[in-house]
């Protein structure tokens, strides 16, 4: 989970320098009029800081 801030990672944006999180993203499509949509879609992402005893844990999910 640590990797997902590294180069290649994918939320190298939310690194800070000398310090070490992990976290998780993900992407679900969403259920529209019964059937899942190619457009509609909710994204998340779960961090946690400081990676080896974390005192701090959030979730952030957009809605399309």
Do not use: C, H, N, Q
């Not at 992990?22 to 499509?29: E, L, M, N, R, V």
């Not at 259920?31 to 701090?56: E, I, N, Q």
């Amino acid at each position: 989970m640590a990797t997902v801030f590294e180069d290649g990672g994918t939320a190298v944006a939310a690194r800070v320098p000398g310090f070490k999180a992990g976290g998780k993203t993900g992407t679900a499509y969403k259920v529209k009029d019964g059937a899942y949509s190619r457009t509609a879609r909710f994204a998340t992402f779960v961090g946690f800081a400081p990676f080896d005893s974390p005192d701090l844990a959030m979730a952030v999910i957009v809605d399309e």
